[in-house]
């Protein structure tokens, strides 16, 4: 089977800043995102997500390599310092290239 | 006491003990929908009934009040607590505007007691809510452009709270008491009962926030006590001037001395990023609800009773 | 305005300003349970008082309409929206079954009114349901193979709806009224608070298919608006012809002029995946349920007011 | 038949038919959280109005009767069904338990029928969770280290159902009935309508059962029947010599004869990791529990007349 | 640590295809799956999972390659064109070979 | 942009022993942690969520690889055998490394 590689990078963060986040993200390139809810515990402590105030997202996005470096220079830019998050990203194929 | 504040107190219990119980998120959700219309059609109906315009000056001066709060609070955190700038600007918003479980507190006490209050009291929620977050915002960033401000002004006014506070408010004014009769038996009938789910999830969480207050100490156990019996006492005045009912000065007196744990720090979250949100939760939740809860509106009570057997009403 | 109509317009307006207010999905599904059950049971109550086979031939004919309703707007939809054979023959289906949320809306419109209707309706939402899921197919596949139409029955009858509100109806069969009343405080005396709450979620759910809307243009939005008014005579005329009261013709004109969101968009999915499935929820969800609940249900509560007083009961 | 039983038979035949049908998992938390609040504050509100002292006799008798079943099970388990020590001993801990679900549902059979019960039962349904699960523990695991039961017990105290069941008994006692009368509205009135939903994902979760069932065959079945009656008939005994009201010792038999489906199988998770889940939820949720419901709870009630026409009351 | 090769093949799509969908997996092959509820947006626009039409459902299969493959191949077969679907495979170590 | 490898380590398994798992995995190492509600298939049958007794959670740890053995190690001596569990770990990259 033919496949095309490409990079998924992985969010953790807290769901409050989801709206300013996405259309952040969407800016930098994604063409498309997958979200789940998280819960975690991390160096800002336990975010048990009882409660609005500690909820986590968890945040996948397919792309090619450009536009995963330019989000992770721009989360690291506007979100690393202030706010509960991790990030990483790992190698992966996907089936329909033209959409990622 | 009031059964609702058992079940704090057993949340608090429960959490404090490491218990496994756990309330979705879901049903916390769906408990601060149902509080917040049934608060806010409970206003509506009662602003149906009064002409808008003689409102205005109270209105007017709650407003002013939501302003001025934060402005006293927050060289005390400066100075005596040391906080860095935006820390001290996102507690002084957290103060400076209200909780809407704690307004729920006190219409309960109240109404266990029978003791009337001015039933408009649920706009003065919606009021106190925003300033308090202007003032926060502008503290910690200066007097930032009227982009910036503007795009935070947009948020906090769509917030999940205000939305539904205000929209129960116009429901109520339009279809009025009779209307909303048929909806009694979900949001009216049952409130007591799901202030008293809520208040059991408020309790796991306050419980939560222990942690971080022994981290940070006593300054914000101080704070977290203190402030909001100056802020009553602040409120208890001016309900007094503005001549509403002993009732209604408990309610104001509570409004101001509530600390908010919902709309401000999901705003602050956005605006101040850089104010750390475990201390302001921590006073606000892990000090001044449970104080408000089981000291605090009883005591504002007792003040207000004194106050208006020395003075007379207004 | 009834209130419950309000609490759409405040999910409506909620949407379109981009608030951050949403219901979990896990409310919607409990708030969907609780009026399938309770309309069900309803239902169920009244059968047990009605020889069923005095029912027999009413069910016959309405179950001739919900066969008869998508062939006649399925030529429309191919000849003038140009659509695709699968998107009209799923459209089709949508509007020829019905919407519960739309019945449940016509139920508390007539009981604020006090106006009298067969209480065994809900036995209709049941009849209405399908038929036109069973055409929506044929029309898009052609006669398929047994099997494959088989497959596609089995899934619509166990579905979500039909499994509550057969249900329902049985256990109001069974049990009657006398054996349900235990059950009242939670499924009967709170249905218009929980209407509320579903129609500020469907009123959410709305306002996110303008998006759709605007991109698809003039055709949808006619034909949403036309085809529940004209179904909606048919649902008279059938009405009038079977011998029902006059609050018994609206609600099924209401039906008739309702488009289902739920059981056939799930069903289509699967039976005929190549239609788009924007295009119909747009139309049904984003013209016609708001139509019906505004507009429509005084419209042909009019209309049956004018056909009853012209003719005479039939 | 109640009308919750219906609700019951509802959630069985929609599972065996695969229909879409699924309530969240945070509904059925909502619910069982509910529940057990409301059992815990009718026991309360009762132990309120007894000399706790008075008790205490009954309370050593039932807890014995807790430590005591298992026992009875156990080489059962062991002989007749050949099972593994471990397994033997979780499930015998699932039946020396007791079921909140079933005594709910006794709770409302005896209800509708007008029968009266001593009210401060709750008190025994709290007593009964816990020792079956040490005798569980120590039957699996020999009498193992202070710390470890330690840590078990532990455990089992602060899991869900105990401290709600726990803090509604003390909440009830001392808010008293009147206290509790404005939490009525969420907790008490809908009570039948909050376990009927309960009992229809209870009959989905019974239904997913039966895969297993048919693997285990045989033994299974005729130990899920037969036990429930041989305990039924040992808390009839003892309820019979405690003087109990013939609707007291119903409730007591049913406890006897339920088996544990959510304290038990976490604890036994935990501490006897080695016991396979499926084959006890199978016999208690898949077998046990649909006969209590449907076949044994009346049978209790016709045994007890029985005992008490014949030997009158102790 | 002794580790095996597999591979993990994640599918975000619409929930309202589950039952079918796991199914057809199954009988091309997977041993287990398991699924978180999820919300995103992708070429066929937003899905916010806040009502019964716009649910996503991430599925992960951990599978050897060759089932990988058959899995890809059936979904762009049966899926791929009508419904709103992303597919990626990565992979993995892991400890027991003998469950993939 | 700068990237640090690590690995990820996703283990899906029992809800019921939440509370002991996330301590045992705290003790092997581990900085962090999210955590997802799921549901799935395995070799123990069909858990769908619906219900206490058979929700699963998928937890993932990212940490360095002796971390990630050491956890996989542990779990392997302690739940393997007793519990409805899966384990499998990929390579990542992550921004900053001093975090896991
Ligand atoms: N080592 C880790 N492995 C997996 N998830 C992590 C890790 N560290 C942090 N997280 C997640 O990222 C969130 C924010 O992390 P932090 O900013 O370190 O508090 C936490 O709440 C966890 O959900
Ligand atoms: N680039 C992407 N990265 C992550 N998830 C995506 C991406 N594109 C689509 N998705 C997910 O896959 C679903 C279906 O995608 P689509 O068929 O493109 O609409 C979306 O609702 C998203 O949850
Ligand atoms: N091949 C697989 N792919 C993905 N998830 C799996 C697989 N096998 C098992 N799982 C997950 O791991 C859980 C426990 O697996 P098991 O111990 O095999 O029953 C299942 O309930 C699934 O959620
Ligand atoms: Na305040
Ligand atoms: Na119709
Ligand atoms: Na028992």
Request: glycine residues 10%; contains cysteine.
């Amino acid at each position: 089977m033919e496949q095309h590689p490409r990079r998924l990078l992985t969010i953790v963060t807290e769901s409050s800043i989801e709206s300013h986040l996405l259309r952040h993200i969407e800016r930098w390139g994604a063409h498309g995102y997958t979200i789940t809810e998280a819960r975690g515990k991390g160096a800002r402590g336990v975010r048990e997500g009882n409660w609005e105030a500690n909820r986590n997202l968890r945040i996948e996005v397919v792309c090619d390599d450009a536009t995963a470096d330019r989000i992770a220079a721009g989360l690291r830019e506007h979100y690393y310092d202030n706010y509960a998050m991790i990030l990483y990203t790992c190698d992966v194929d996907v089936l329909r290239p033209e959409k990622f | 006491m009031d059964p609702v504040v058992l079940f704090f107190l057993l949340g608090v219990t429960a959490g404090i003990l490491r218990s496994e119980l756990r309330l979705p998120v879901q049903v916390y959700e769906l408990l601060s929908i149902l509080l917040l219309l049934a608060i806010g059609m409970k206003g509506g109906i009662e602003l149906a009934r009064q002409p808008f315009l003689e409102l205005l000056g109270q209105m007017v001066a709650v407003v002013a009040m939501g302003f001025i709060l934060p402005l006293l609070s927050f060289p005390v955190l400066l100075r005596f607590g040391r906080l860095p700038r935006a820390d001290a600007a996102s507690i002084a918003a957290h103060y400076g505007s209200v909780s809407v479980g704690t307004f729920a507190v006190v219409v309960a006490y109240l109404g266990s007691r029978d003791i009337d209050f001015e039933a408009y009291m649920p706009l003065f929620v919606v009021l106190l809510e925003i300033p308090a977050i202007l003032v926060g915002i502008v503290l910690a960033k200066g007097l930032v452009g009227g982009e910036r401000l503007r795009e935070s002004a947009h948020e906090v006014l769509l917030g999940k709270s205000i939305v539904l506070l205000v929209g129960g408010l116009l429901i109520g004014w339009i279809a009025g008491a009779d209307g909303l009769a048929k909806l009694a038996p979900l949001f009216f009938d049952p409130f007591q009962g799901l202030l008293a789910l809520f208040l059991l999830e408020m309790g796991l969480v306050t419980a939560s926030q222990i942690g971080t207050l022994r981290r940070y100490g006593f300054f914000l156990l101080a704070f977290g006590v203190l402030t909001p019996v100056f802020s009553a006492m602040i409120g208890l005045g001016l309900g007094w001037l503005l001549g509403l009912s002993v009732g209604g000065a408990v309610v104001l007196a509570t409004l101001a001395a509530s600390a908010s744990y919902i709309a401000v720090p999901a705003a602050m979250r956005i605006s101040v990023p850089e104010a750390n949100p475990a201390l302001s939760l921590a006073a606000s939740l892990g000090v001044t609800f449970p104080f408000n809860v089981l000291v605090g509106i009883p005591l504002y009570h007792w003040l207000a009773g004194q106050l208006y057997a020395l003075i007379g009403a207004a």
